[in-house]
């Protein structure tokens, strides 16, 4: 269950190509309450998704860079996790970006209908969130898909961090070649490559943390 399910308020949204919003349409107001119930569930599956797909070291045997383990990803996996800045990773290298490279991050997690690449891309093609996205544009006249790309990028836009995504794959870990990035711990020389969204940064700390200490937080908030 979301804390903040992703609604589409105050804007109509026609399911079909044929048929026109109502306000008086029982029938109309389901079709709402199940394109909110989508896309909800599609911003969910999101943050899930980035995370098992978080490569492993070098060598598989080593393990994945993130301090997740499988039985954890439901429970962290969260919007939560994304907004804040410790990050739960063995090392990461990091640069903040901000305003149209934020946007352009944006682009490739949730592409414009009619712009969704050709091209197959790693990690991305076979995410749920992904797959659902793409059929709800396809699904949706364009009016309506044009809606959902502005709402989701509202919630984007408050996320704090994300993979550092190249146009190949989703994941990067090789050592950062340009630009200003920035290692945790210091003498790491890789590790995923992070996108931390400047707009939202404030000279935050940005440092590594312990998955069960995350979840002993959360347990104790909830006492």
Same mark, same amino acid.
């Given at each position: 269950?979301?804390?903040?399910?992703?609604?589409?308020?105050?804007?109509?949204?026609?399911?079909?190509?044929?048929?026109?919003?109502?306000?008086?349409?029982?029938?109309?107001?389901?079709?709402?309450?199940?394109?909110?119930? &989508?896309?909800?569930?599609?911003?969910?599956?999101?943050?899930?998704?980035?995370?098992?797909?978080?490569?492993?070291?070098?060598?598989?045997?080593?393990?994945?860079?993130?301090?997740?383990?499988?039985?954890?990803?439901?429970?962290?996996?969260?919007?939560?996790?994304?907004?804040?800045?410790?990050?739960?990773?063995?090392?990461?290298?990091?640069?903040?970006?901000?305003?149209?490279?934020?946007?352009?991050?944006?682009?490739?997690?949730?592409?414009?209908?009619?712009?969704?690449?050709?091209?197959?891309?790693?990690?991305?093609?076979?995410?749920?969130?992904?797959?659902?996205?793409?059929?709800?544009?396809?699904?949706?006249?364009?009016?309506?898909?044009?809606?959902?790309?502005?709402?989701?990028?509202?919630?984007? &836009?408050?996320?704090?961090?994300?993979?550092?995504?190249?146009?190949? &794959?989703?994941?990067?870990?090789?050592?950062?070649?340009?630009?200003?990035?920035?290692?945790?711990?210091?003498?790491?020389?890789?590790?995923?490559?992070?996108?931390?969204?400047?707009?939202?940064?404030?000279?935050?700390?940005?440092?590594?943390?312990?998955?069960?200490?995350?979840?002993?937080?959360?347990?104790?908030?909830?006492?």
């Amino acid at each position: 269950m979301l804390r903040n399910p992703l609604q589409l308020q105050g804007r109509d949204v026609a399911l079909r190509a044929n048929r026109q919003p109502s306000d008086d349409s029982d029938e109309e107001r389901e079709n709402q309450c199940s394109l909110d119930s &989508r896309l909800s569930n599609i911003w969910a599956q999101l943050f899930f998704n980035i995370i098992k797909c978080v490569p492993n070291w070098r060598r598989a045997r080593d393990g994945s860079w993130c301090t997740i383990t499988k039985d954890d990803w439901c429970s962290v996996a969260t919007e939560d996790l994304f907004k804040g800045f410790k990050l739960l990773f063995e090392a990461v290298q990091w640069k903040h970006i901000r305003g149209d490279e934020w946007f352009a991050l944006f682009k490739h997690f949730f592409p414009k209908k009619g712009q969704v690449p050709s091209v197959k891309r790693q990690n991305f093609t076979s995410c749920k969130y992904y797959i659902d996205y793409v059929a709800l544009l396809d699904f949706l006249p364009n009016q309506s898909a044009k809606i959902v790309y502005e709402e989701l990028y509202k919630k984007f &836009r408050d996320l704090a961090w994300l993979p550092y995504v190249h146009s190949d &794959r989703m994941w990067c870990t090789s050592q950062g070649s340009s630009g200003n990035w920035h290692h945790i711990p210091g003498d790491a020389t890789g590790g995923p490559q992070i996108a931390i969204n400047g707009d939202v940064w404030n000279n935050h700390p940005i440092t590594l943390r312990n998955a069960y200490a995350h979840l002993r937080e959360e347990e104790e908030e909830d006492a």
